[in-house]
């Protein structure tokens, strides 16, 4: 554990020294901020913290992918991979404690939407039920996409590439299947044919937006906390299986 621990470690320090850290904490923040002054703290209207909630994660398909990038690329790149293979750490201990660290990255810039909660605090009574359920479902869609962004920086020593990739990949999860939910709904893509029914319920599952629509409403429920548990852990094999292969090249 303690050699996972160092290499988390050393995964949170190239990130928290890093200029691409501070840019991240810098877009988060703002996006945060923004949607803060824009919905929720409403001169004349009830401060509504699902609003903060509901809209914060959509810019997390675009940080986190430029949070992680470097973690395998960066190793690839300047060949540091190797030392770390000759060292006496697996292939597990390496993808659990980048993850760790980038983890503890994101926990970290999660942290600054406590802040406007507190605003509400002082000037108003929001549900803490609520928020809790919230805060919740934002770390789950944080650790999903943490080990998604970690996967495509494993397959690339090119970190542009590992960044545009998972920004594809989350842009889909977060936005690209909402918007496709709400146009079968909407009638707009019709489902006339168990095809289109099927493609309309894979689209509905996996979209970001159906599983934390309940966590802002204060509703946890078992089914979401497995979608973003086996999500998180099949990119994190996916990573490994990368890392092993690798091996033998």
Request: net charge positive.
């Amino acid at each position: 554990m303690s050699k996972v621990l160092t290499l988390a470690k050393r995964e949170f320090s190239a990130l928290f020294f890093s200029l691409i850290g501070y840019v991240v904490i810098a877009v988060y923040v703002g996006w945060l901020g923004a949607i803060f002054a824009a919905l929720v703290f409403v001169p004349g209207k009830v401060g509504d913290t699902r609003f903060l909630f509901s809209f914060s994660h959509w810019i997390l398909f675009i940080v986190i992918p430029l949070m992680t990038m470097a973690s395998f690329a960066d190793e690839y790149a300047s060949g540091r991979i190797e030392m770390l293979r000759t060292s006496p750490i697996t292939e597990a201990h390496i993808v659990f404690g980048k993850y760790l660290g980038a983890m503890a990255f994101f926990v970290l810039l999660s942290v600054a939407s406590l802040f406007f909660v507190a605003v509400l605090m002082i000037f108003g009574r929001p549900n803490y039920g609520t928020v809790a359920a919230s805060c919740l479902g934002v770390f789950l869609v944080g650790m999903l996409s943490v080990a998604i962004g970690i996967f495509f920086s494993s397959i690339t020593k090119h970190q542009i590439v590992a960044a545009l990739l998972g920004i594809f990949v989350l842009f889909l999860l977060t936005i690209g299947f909402y918007l496709v939910g709400q146009f079968f709904q909407a009638g707009l893509i019709p489902a006339t044919n168990g095809f289109m029914r099927g493609l309309r319920d894979v689209v509905h599952y996996l979209s970001f937006g159906t599983h934390l629509d309940d966590f802002a409403k204060g509703v946890v429920e078992t089914k979401h906390l497995v979608f973003f548990g086996s999500g998180t852990f099949l990119f994190l094999l996916l990573t490994y299986l990368v890392l092993e292969s690798r091996k033998w090249r």
